[in-house]
Structures are given as structure tokens and as C-alpha cells.
């Protein structure tokens, strides 16, 4: 892909002052709806701002495509589990769109504990003219009612309305890392640490467990699922990952409960690089089908793999993602930065894959030319309209060269794990810690 | 997220790495030791036979692609299996768990361990204070033990020991009380992996619980504390450190006897109290008799008679009344005396 990038931040809501950030603002989900033109984000706190593109106008080309603010609402609220006496945090962990069928925006968004339903509609008239009522609400008297009007429709300034219209809870026991909505349109699954659920739309009060992979007996817990997600085309086909780095297959129709794999996709364990840190290092933080559904692509703490569904022993592709931190896994285990799961997201081609990694860097692989790309998402080094400069960082040992950044300065704090990619363009979503930031790609 | 450790920029962090030395920036001292390794190939050539280097004796382990001498891949083990242990109890100590987190560590803590089964069963140590055939594996096992048991306040040194080092001596009965408690433990009851037990509410429970005991010795309060602190998913880990036919020391020891004479008719008995009090009586050592949090507890609160059979004041009264009576006590033993010498 080209390298100049037209870039643009969102200010408003997002911005805090430098040094300090809210925790409540700390975005923790980004996911651009099926067509692109709505942009939802989550955040610590609980809230969902939702961005809508900006209709191009031959008025002002260079606003061609903004983001601008839609709707804000607040999605969930912190809850208290008086049995277990444990707080339920509102951090919303992933917010995914319905397939839009009428004028109305649905999505869904979760929190540890609950998944809701939300529906977002517009309202942009008002009837007037009401027989038995006044302007401003009151009622009119009916014996005063010398004639019958039909109330008209007018215009009015536009409202967006956010409403729950389904919360689905009370079946997990666990966290829930992942929800996925079936190509079917009917149902979505979501995900725990150990269980699989799958929810219809419509019924709230009962939801199928189709994978439970908690032991017997919890001391012989070794493994734990991390993401999970449906086929974009085959309704009876999903993939789960686990933290000691496989990936299964599972076909729904082959059994209710769904614990035996179609498919294992695991790698075997290079062992010129084994460390202690090899199995936490091969905990899969995201896995992702591309959009033609042959392809999927697993995140892990230090690289991407693109696997062919065909093929199970190895995956067709691996890009090293930071492979300077190889070097650093026990300072990264020892300040936790090494259980950060990063999110990754294929282009509206499949053929560009991305990824978030520290020092609020992002890494982009181009599948075809093999090429990589490192930017940086911050406000010092970007102005709107600016081209974005590929960054590079040296590996210890080896001599920096100038413009290139050495692993110990690398801010481990600002750290990009959430991006998303608009289905159609080269747009991209970047989250780093509270500030949103969106890419566009400059085309003349 | 749990553990809010401090996340340090890399520039502090780097000098940690110089001290673990693994990885690729270590190339110069190795190229140095390389260039040795060929001088003193040279001089044996030309016949001068000088003493066999060192760094040709130190066994070397390949991480990471990296050759580094095995004493700093222990050093980082150590450093590893320090930082497993510190994570898991600050774990315990929040009220959510992360789950996926708990499982990676235990992971690494798992893969450590059997590392070091491999290496004690090729080496075995006997050292002579200890009268019983131990591998090596079991001193360092009980010596990476007691740091992390021992961060809770109590005074046992933290030092990271080797097998073989001076210090084993010193440490060797604390650790080896807190293994035979463990091993007890173990063997009473199995602490029950439920998410509820791994994120809360038991742990604090039983843990205020066995606090709450006056049984009134320090040593003891200390030793119940550490299993309170012990009895949790780190617990089942350092459990599974020893092996089954641990020896279980110090078990007749009767360290009741030395704290006969303080008086605990007025304390704040709960249920593990009457527990405390039979073993006092029938000098049992108190550590095997306390339950765990995760069996219900069968024992009652002490009926009152028995209370009252013990020539005290029925109203499980004041302080103030018990010395009373004592006063009273006292001053007609006085009388007494005075009449029987005349005086």
C-alpha cells in the first residue's frame, strides 16, 4: 500500500490534558460498522460513542469523509455481585455490529458479565397539529374542539436515540473476552474463559453452552480461552483460540455441545526460542477470519500468523510484530506488559493486515509485496492533513541510526491494542489509551 | 488488569537484563571468553599447559537462540520463579482474578518446577544437618519456599539461596515447620479451585479468621498466617513442589507448652477457637489442627459449661471481676497463712 496517509484526529469527548488520563476515557473497543459509515468505540467507563461519516459534498472537498460524533451513550453500568462479593466492572470489551435492516442501527456490546442489544435510531420529524393536545403538551379540552385536524409531520433538528432493547446475562461465570454474530443474522455467540454460549437475538432469558472446556477439577486448569469468533459466511463454523496457542474449528452441526475440534490449528514450538516465557508468549490475544472466509489470522504477544482454513500444521504466514522484545521478556513479565493482548484486523481485501504494539506504534504487513510499514499515533508528531513518517526502532546492540528509536526508549505505558479497518477503504481506527485517532488514505 | 506493578520504562529496566545476561547484547564478554578459549588452545600447541579455564566447565543453556552460562539462566529462573510467586499472592489479594493471567503464571511456574524435578533427580545433595536423604531439588524447592511465604511480615530471611549455600542451615527448620504444615494441610484437605474461592470471598474470610485466633502465641500466629497466606491457588503450586514422602518434621514439637500461662478465658473465640483449645490441651501441634477455609467447619463454639467448670467466674465476665476474685483469692490464702504460722 501506498505509504501517504491523510491523517486526522477526533477531538472532543476523547481529549484530557497530557499527563493525565482518565481511567473511565481508556478506549478499550473499536469496530466500524458492515458498511463503514458508523464508528463505534467503548470505553473503561462503560460508555459507547458512536463517529458517522460525513456525506461527501462538492461544497467542502476537504471534509470529504470526517467523523464526527453521533451519539453517546452509556452502555453499562458498574454492577455489584452481592453473592460472590465482587464488583462487576462496566468496561465494555467489545461492541459488534448487526447486519443493518431497516433504517435503525443495532449493535451489540458487553461488558464482563452482561451483553445488551442496544438499537440506535434517528428522529428528525415531529407531528404537529395533535387534536386533543397543545403545542407544548397540554392537554386541550374536548369540549373546546370545533374541528378535526390531521397532524402534519415536520421537520426538526436530528436526534439520535440509543435504546437497550435486549440485555443477556446471568450466564457467565467467567469473563466474557468475545461476542461474534452469526452470518445468520439470528444468532451470536459469546465468550468466556471457559464457556462458549450461543444466544438467539430475540430470547434473552436462555442461551445454549456449545463449548466448556472447564475441568472437573479447576486445579488441573491449564488453558483458558482468549477470543472466539464466527465464520463471515458459513453460519455453522467458528474458531476459538486458547492461551497456550491454538486455535480450534468447531461445526455446530456435527454435535450440540461442541468440546471435540473439526480443526486444530497449533504450530509446533520453534525450539531455538524456547524461555520460560514460551507458552505466555503463544497465548493468542485475537484471531480474526478475513472477509473471503479462507483465511484467519491469529494475534500473538509477538507476532501475526495468517493460517489457511485447509491447512492445520502451520500457518501460510508469519510476520514478527516487535521481535526486539524477545530480548526483554522477563523486564515484560515482570511489569506485566507481557499479558497485554493486542487486537489485529484485515483490510476490506484482505490483502493489508494491521496491528497495535507499544510506544503507540502500529504495524501494518502487506500480504502480497511483503512490505511493513511502523507508525505512530501521537499528537506531537502529527497535524491534521500530515503525512504520516514510517518509524523505525534498532534492536539493541546494533548501532541507531538517526530518526531510528532504540527498544529502551520505547514507552511501555502508550500502547496500541485496539485498531480496526473500514470494510471498504483505507480508513483505520487506532486506539491509544484515551485518544482516537483516524487514518485516511490520501487519494488525488 | 491485576498487579498494578510499576511499569517502568525500558531504561531502568535494562540493567536488570544486563544482570540476567540473556539474550543478544551479552556478545562481548562472550567474544572475550572465545578469544581466551583460542589463546590457551595456542598455548597448549606450543606445549605450555596452563590450569583448564573456567568458562569451558561452566555448562552452557541455549535460550532464546543464545548461548549463556547456566548460573545466570539459573539466576533468571530464580528471578522468574520470584516474580510467579509475588504475582500470584498479589492475585489472591485482589477481589477480581483474572483468570487467563492465573493460568499463565501457574504455566511458567509449572514449567519451572519440573525443570528443577529434572535437575534434583540428576544431582543429588545430602546435606549433613538434615539427617535425611533430601535431592537437591527439595532444598531448593524449600528454600524458594520461604520468600515468598516469608513477605508477610514475618522475620525469616529472603535471601535467594543456592543448594549448598551457608544459609540453608538457618533457614532449613522454619521452612521445613512451614512444609510439614503444608504437607498436613495438603493431606487434610484440597483447597477447591472454584472461581469464588480463586477471587474472593473465602480467602479474606479465612484468612481473618485464622487471625483472629489468640491463642496467644506469636510463633504460631506467625506459622497459621503463612498458611493463611499459603492457603490459596498458590498453595496448591508450592504443594506441588514437594515430593510425597516429604519427611514431616518437627511434628511432636509442643510449642503449647510454652504458652500455658496465658490466660485466653476472656478472648474472642469464633470457630476455629475450639480447635486451638483442644489442641492446647492435648498437646497437639495447633498447625495440623486447623481447618481449612473450604471445608465447613464441624466445630461449634464452646458450650458454656465448660466454661463454667473451670473455677472462673460464670459470666464469661470482665477482666475487671476475674482479678477481683483473684484479689480475694489471694488475700484469704494470706489469712490463711498467717493463721498456720502464728504470725
Given at each position: 500500500m501506498e505509504e501517504d496517509i491523510d491523517c486526522r484526529k477526533i477531538n472532543g469527548t476523547f481529549l484530557r490534558s497530557h499527563n493525565y488520563v482518565t481511567e473511565a476515557d481508556i478506549i478499550s473497543t473499536v469496530e466500524f460498522n458492515h458498511t463503514g459509515d458508523l464508528l463505534a468505540t467503548g470505553d473503561k467507563g462503560g460508555r459507547v460513542v458512536i463517529f458517522q461519516r460525513e456525506q461527501e459534498s462538492k461544497s467542502s472537498p476537504h471534509h470529504r469523509g470526517e467523523y464526527n460524533v453521533y451519539s453517546t451513550f452509556q452502555s453499562h453500568e458498574p454492577e455489584f455481585d452481592y453473592l460472590k462479593s465482587l464488583e462487576i466492572e462496566e468496561k465494555i470489551n467489545k461492541i459488534r455490529w448487526l447486519p443493518q435492516q431497516n433504517a435503525a442501527h443495532f449493535l451489540l456490546s458487553t461488558n464482563d458479565k452482561t451483553i445488551k442489544l442496544w438499537k440506535i435510531s434517528e428522529r428528525d420529524k415531529r407531528a404537529e397539529g395533535y387534536n386533543l393536545k397543545e403545542e407544548d403538551g397540554r392537554l386541550r379540552d374536548p369540549s373546546t374542539v370545533t374541528a378535526l385536524r390531521v397532524p402534519v409531520l415536520m421537520p426538526m433538528e436530528l436526534m439520535v436515540e440509543a435504546s437497550p432493547r435486549r440485555i443477556f446475562s446471568n450466564a457467565h461465570t467467567y469473563h466474557i473476552n468475545s461476542i461474534s454474530v452469526n452470518s445468520d443474522a439470528e444468532t451470536y455467540m459469546s465468550a468466556d474463559d471457559l464457556r462458549i454460549n450461543l444466544w438467539n437475538l430475540e430470547i434473552t432469558d436462555r442461551s445454549f453452552n456449545i463449548v466448556d472446556i472447564k475441568p472437573a477439577n479447576m486445579e488441573e486448569l491449564t488453558e483458558v480461552i482468549t477470543a472466539a469468533e464466527f465464520h463471515p459466511n458459513h453460519c455453522n463454523t467458528f474458531v476459538y483460540s486458547s492461551s497456550k496457542g491454538t486455535v480450534r474449528l468447531c461445526d455446530m452441526r456435527a454435535a450440540a455441545l461442541c468440546d471435540h475440534h473439526s480443526k486444530l490449528f497449533e504450530e509446533p514450538e520453534d525450539p531455538s526460542n524456547r524461555s520460560f516465557f514460551s507458552e505466555i508468549i503463544s497465548s493468542i490475544s485475537d484471531v480474526k477470519f478475513s472477509h473471503s472466509g479462507r483465511y484467519m489470522m491469529t494475534r500473538d504477544y509477538l507476532s501475526i500468523k495468517v493460517w489457511d482454513l485447509n491447512m492445520e500444521n502451520r500457518p501460510i504466514e508469519t510476520y514478527q510484530v516487535h521481535e526486539y522484545l524477545r530480548s526483554k521478556l522477563c523486564s515484560l513479565y515482570e511489569n506485566d506488559c507481557i499479558f497485554d493482548k493486542f487486537e489485529c484486523a484485515w483490510n476490506g481485501s484482505d490483502s493489508v493486515i494491521m496491528t497495535g504494539s507499544y510506544n503507540n506504534f502500529f504495524r501494518m504487513f502487506d500480504r502480497g509485496t511483503r512490505r511493513d510499514v511502523t507508525l505512530e499515533a501521537s499528537r506531537e508528531n502529527s497535524k491534521p492533513r500530515a503525512v504520516l513518517k514510517p518509524r523505525r526502532v534498532c534492536a539493541g546492540g546494533s548501532k541507531r541510526k538517526k530518526d531510528e528509536i532504540s527498544v529502551d526508549s520505547l514507552d511501555f505505558n502508550r500502547k496500541i491494542l485496539h485498531t480496526a479497518w473500514h470494510p471498504a477503504e483505507n480508513i483505520i481506527a487506532v486506539a491509544a489509551t484515551n485518544n482516537l485517532y483516524i487514518f485516511q488514505d490520501k487519494i488525488n | 488488569m491485576f498487579g498494578k506493578g510499576v511499569k517502568r520504562k525500558h531504561t531502568e529496566v535494562s540493567e536488570d537484563d544486563e544482570e540476567t545476561k540473556v539474550g543478544r547484547s551479552r556478545q562481548a564478554p562472550e567474544e572475550d571468553e572465545e578469544t581466551e578459549r583460542r589463546k590457551r588452545t595456542d598455548d597448549a600447541e606450543k606445549g605450555i599447559i596452563k590450569g583448564l579455564a573456567n568458562e569451558e566447565e561452566i555448562p552452557r543453556v541455549v535460550v532464546c537462540g543464545d548461548e549463556v552460562p547456566y548460573h545466570d539462566y539459573a539466576a533468571q529462573r530464580q528471578r522468574v520463579l520470584g516474580l510467579s510467586l509475588g504475582k500470584l499472592q498479589m492475585c489472591r489479594g485482589r477481589s477480581e482474578l483474572c483468570l487467563r493471567s492465573y493460568v499463565l503464571i501457574t504455566g511458567t511456574l509449572r514449567l519451572i518446577q519440573e525443570e528443577l524435578r529434572c535437575e534434583g533427580s540428576q544431582r543429588p545433595v545430602l546435606p549433613p544437618w538434615f539427617g535425611v536423604p533430601v535431592t537437591a531439588a527439595d532444598c531448593e524447592d524449600s528454600n524458594r519456599q520461604s520468600p515468598s511465604l516469608v513477605n508477610?511480615?514475618?522475620?525469616l530471611p529472603t535471601a535467594h539461596l543456592d543448594a549448598g549455600d551457608g544459609l540453608l542451615p538457618s533457614i532449613l527448620p522454619e521452612t521445613s515447620l512451614l512444609r510439614a504444615s503444608l504437607s498436613q494441610e495438603s493431606a487434610v484437605s484440597r483447597l477447591k479451585l472454584e472461581p469464588r474461592l480463586l477471587c474472593t470471598e473465602n480467602i479474606p474470610s479465612s484468612a481473618n479468621g485464622v487471625r483472629d485466633l489468640r491463642a496467644g502465641s506469636s510463633a504460631t500466629e506467625d506459622a497459621q498466617a503463612k498458611l493463611a497466606e499459603a492457603r490459596n491457588p498458590t498453595d496448591l503450586l508450592l504443594s506441588g513442589f514437594e515430593l510425597p514422602d516429604t519427611p514431616v518434621l518437627l511434628q511432636d514439637l509442643c510449642l503449647d507448652d510454652d504458652f500455658t500461662d496465658i490466660d485466653t478465658t476472656m478472648c474472642d473465640f469464633d470457630l476455629f477457637a475450639p480447635a486451638v483449645l483442644a489442641s492446647s490441651r492435648s498437646s497437639v501441634s495447633q498447625v495440623a489442627s486447623v481447618p481449612s477455609p473450604g471445608v465447613p467447619s464441624t466445630h461449634a463454639p464452646p458450650p458454656i459449661e465448660e466454661w463454667s467448670s473451670r473455677s472462673l467466674p460464670s459470666a464469661c465476665g470482665s477482666v475487671t471481676s476475674s482479678g477481683q476474685q483473684f484479689k480475694t483469692d489471694l488475700s484469704e490464702l494470706d489469712h490463711i497463712m498467717e493463721v498456720l504460722v502464728g504470725s
Amino acid at each position: 500500500m501506498e505509504e501517504d496517509i491523510d491523517c486526522r484526529k477526533i477531538n472532543g469527548t476523547f481529549l484530557r490534558s497530557h499527563n493525565y488520563v482518565t481511567e473511565a476515557d481508556i478506549i478499550s473497543t473499536v469496530e466500524f460498522n458492515h458498511t463503514g459509515d458508523l464508528l463505534a468505540t467503548g470505553d473503561k467507563g462503560g460508555r459507547v460513542v458512536i463517529f458517522q461519516r460525513e456525506q461527501e459534498s462538492k461544497s467542502s472537498p476537504h471534509h470529504r469523509g470526517e467523523y464526527n460524533v453521533y451519539s453517546t451513550f452509556q452502555s453499562h453500568e458498574p454492577e455489584f455481585d452481592y453473592l460472590k462479593s465482587l464488583e462487576i466492572e462496566e468496561k465494555i470489551n467489545k461492541i459488534r455490529w448487526l447486519p443493518q435492516q431497516n433504517a435503525a442501527h443495532f449493535l451489540l456490546s458487553t461488558n464482563d458479565k452482561t451483553i445488551k442489544l442496544w438499537k440506535i435510531s434517528e428522529r428528525d420529524k415531529r407531528a404537529e397539529g395533535y387534536n386533543l393536545k397543545e403545542e407544548d403538551g397540554r392537554l386541550r379540552d374536548p369540549s373546546t374542539v370545533t374541528a378535526l385536524r390531521v397532524p402534519v409531520l415536520m421537520p426538526m433538528e436530528l436526534m439520535v436515540e440509543a435504546s437497550p432493547r435486549r440485555i443477556f446475562s446471568n450466564a457467565h461465570t467467567y469473563h466474557i473476552n468475545s461476542i461474534s454474530v452469526n452470518s445468520d443474522a439470528e444468532t451470536y455467540m459469546s465468550a468466556d474463559d471457559l464457556r462458549i454460549n450461543l444466544w438467539n437475538l430475540e430470547i434473552t432469558d436462555r442461551s445454549f453452552n456449545i463449548v466448556d472446556i472447564k475441568p472437573a477439577n479447576m486445579e488441573e486448569l491449564t488453558e483458558v480461552i482468549t477470543a472466539a469468533e464466527f465464520h463471515p459466511n458459513h453460519c455453522n463454523t467458528f474458531v476459538y483460540s486458547s492461551s497456550k496457542g491454538t486455535v480450534r474449528l468447531c461445526d455446530m452441526r456435527a454435535a450440540a455441545l461442541c468440546d471435540h475440534h473439526s480443526k486444530l490449528f497449533e504450530e509446533p514450538e520453534d525450539p531455538s526460542n524456547r524461555s520460560f516465557f514460551s507458552e505466555i508468549i503463544s497465548s493468542i490475544s485475537d484471531v480474526k477470519f478475513s472477509h473471503s472466509g479462507r483465511y484467519m489470522m491469529t494475534r500473538d504477544y509477538l507476532s501475526i500468523k495468517v493460517w489457511d482454513l485447509n491447512m492445520e500444521n502451520r500457518p501460510i504466514e508469519t510476520y514478527q510484530v516487535h521481535e526486539y522484545l524477545r530480548s526483554k521478556l522477563c523486564s515484560l513479565y515482570e511489569n506485566d506488559c507481557i499479558f497485554d493482548k493486542f487486537e489485529c484486523a484485515w483490510n476490506g481485501s484482505d490483502s493489508v493486515i494491521m496491528t497495535g504494539s507499544y510506544n503507540n506504534f502500529f504495524r501494518m504487513f502487506d500480504r502480497g509485496t511483503r512490505r511493513d510499514v511502523t507508525l505512530e499515533a501521537s499528537r506531537e508528531n502529527s497535524k491534521p492533513r500530515a503525512v504520516l513518517k514510517p518509524r523505525r526502532v534498532c534492536a539493541g546492540g546494533s548501532k541507531r541510526k538517526k530518526d531510528e528509536i532504540s527498544v529502551d526508549s520505547l514507552d511501555f505505558n502508550r500502547k496500541i491494542l485496539h485498531t480496526a479497518w473500514h470494510p471498504a477503504e483505507n480508513i483505520i481506527a487506532v486506539a491509544a489509551t484515551n485518544n482516537l485517532y483516524i487514518f485516511q488514505d490520501k487519494i488525488n | 488488569m491485576f498487579g498494578k506493578g510499576v511499569k517502568r520504562k525500558h531504561t531502568e529496566v535494562s540493567e536488570d537484563d544486563e544482570e540476567t545476561k540473556v539474550g543478544r547484547s551479552r556478545q562481548a564478554p562472550e567474544e572475550d571468553e572465545e578469544t581466551e578459549r583460542r589463546k590457551r588452545t595456542d598455548d597448549a600447541e606450543k606445549g605450555i599447559i596452563k590450569g583448564l579455564a573456567n568458562e569451558e566447565e561452566i555448562p552452557r543453556v541455549v535460550v532464546c537462540g543464545d548461548e549463556v552460562p547456566y548460573h545466570d539462566y539459573a539466576a533468571q529462573r530464580q528471578r522468574v520463579l520470584g516474580l510467579s510467586l509475588g504475582k500470584l499472592q498479589m492475585c489472591r489479594g485482589r477481589s477480581e482474578l483474572c483468570l487467563r493471567s492465573y493460568v499463565l503464571i501457574t504455566g511458567t511456574l509449572r514449567l519451572i518446577q519440573e525443570e528443577l524435578r529434572c535437575e534434583g533427580s540428576q544431582r543429588p545433595v545430602l546435606p549433613p544437618w538434615f539427617g535425611v536423604p533430601v535431592t537437591a531439588a527439595d532444598c531448593e524447592d524449600s528454600n524458594r519456599q520461604s520468600p515468598s511465604l516469608v513477605n508477610r511480615g514475618a522475620s525469616l530471611p529472603t535471601a535467594h539461596l543456592d543448594a549448598g549455600d551457608g544459609l540453608l542451615p538457618s533457614i532449613l527448620p522454619e521452612t521445613s515447620l512451614l512444609r510439614a504444615s503444608l504437607s498436613q494441610e495438603s493431606a487434610v484437605s484440597r483447597l477447591k479451585l472454584e472461581p469464588r474461592l480463586l477471587c474472593t470471598e473465602n480467602i479474606p474470610s479465612s484468612a481473618n479468621g485464622v487471625r483472629d485466633l489468640r491463642a496467644g502465641s506469636s510463633a504460631t500466629e506467625d506459622a497459621q498466617a503463612k498458611l493463611a497466606e499459603a492457603r490459596n491457588p498458590t498453595d496448591l503450586l508450592l504443594s506441588g513442589f514437594e515430593l510425597p514422602d516429604t519427611p514431616v518434621l518437627l511434628q511432636d514439637l509442643c510449642l503449647d507448652d510454652d504458652f500455658t500461662d496465658i490466660d485466653t478465658t476472656m478472648c474472642d473465640f469464633d470457630l476455629f477457637a475450639p480447635a486451638v483449645l483442644a489442641s492446647s490441651r492435648s498437646s497437639v501441634s495447633q498447625v495440623a489442627s486447623v481447618p481449612s477455609p473450604g471445608v465447613p467447619s464441624t466445630h461449634a463454639p464452646p458450650p458454656i459449661e465448660e466454661w463454667s467448670s473451670r473455677s472462673l467466674p460464670s459470666a464469661c465476665g470482665s477482666v475487671t471481676s476475674s482479678g477481683q476474685q483473684f484479689k480475694t483469692d489471694l488475700s484469704e490464702l494470706d489469712h490463711i497463712m498467717e493463721v498456720l504460722v502464728g504470725s
